[in-house]
């Protein structure tokens, strides 16, 4: 069956470490890969965008690698700030004519000062 | 630029009763979508529109929830009669266009309590 997983137990992480988020899919071959925070009683924030033909992505602190033969997205945050926990979710296309995004259920991330 | 705007913010019903719900996208976004949250899980898409035309309905319970777009801007989400299991948050989110190349813009979103 189709699935994405992410990590369910909350990742703690020491402040001005990196942190990097795990998302795996399986019987999918998306041609985009999304990435978004979402903080309690909120609605999801885009962070960053990565296509199936691009190894990398970054943004400021931020960096995505997805490789589509091991079907694995990490999610990296440099320098990290205790502002930035958060849940962060990933979301992919289906990769055929289906528009809709298929979403993980987000693994929370916690920085401790 | 004016985010996605959604009311109520929160609703408490009583099973069997109905409920609705109001989205307003981004100026100019043509892709508008519903999605139902269950607390620790990701968004499950409800139903997605481009323009005032349904892209994809699969996931939605028509049996319950009709989703409407009127003019191709404002949307509105219905439950009737509410479960106990639709309780939930209800997102609307908005983009330029459909497909995994679009961001989506998220409005904060409806928490429903059904009692």
């Known amino acids: 069956s189709q699935k994405i997983e992410q990590n369910s137990e909350a990742l703690n992480i020491q402040e001005g470490k990196t942190a990097t988020l795990t998302c795996n899919y399986t019987?999918?071959?998306?041609?985009?890969l999304q990435w978004y925070r979402q903080d309690p009683g909120r609605g999801p924030v885009f962070l960053l965008l990565i296509r199936e033909n691009e190894k990398e992505k970054r943004k400021e602190r931020l960096k995505v690698t997805f490789d589509t033969t091991l079907k694995q997205s990490l999610f990296h945050i440099t320098a990290s700030q205790p502002a930035d926990s958060a849940t962060y979710l990933c979301a992919l296309d289906e990769g055929d004519s289906n528009y809709q995004l298929i979403w993980g259920a987000g693994t929370k991330l916690i920085i401790k000062p | 630029e004016a985010g996605v705007a959604q009311s109520p913010r929160y609703k408490i019903i009583e099973k069997r009763q109905s409920v609705a719900f109001w989205c307003n996208p981004i100026s100019g976004h043509a892709t508008l979508y519903w999605y139902q949250q269950i607390l620790g899980q990701g968004p499950k898409l409800l139903i997605q529109?481009?323009?005032?035309?349904?892209?994809?309905d699969s996931q939605l319970p028509k049996d319950r929830f009709s989703a409407e777009r009127l003019k191709g801007v404002d949307s509105t989400l219905k439950i009737q009669p509410a479960k106990l299991e639709d309780s939930a948050v209800y997102l609307c989110?908005?983009?330029?266009?459909?497909?995994?190349?679009?961001?989506?813009?998220f409005g904060p979103g409806t928490r429903l309590t059904v009692t």
């Open positions: 529109f481009q323009n005032n035309g349904v892209v994809d």
């Open positions: 989110a908005s983009s330029l266009g459909s497909g995994g190349s679009y961001e989506q813009y």
């Open positions: 019987n999918y071959s998306p041609a985009y």
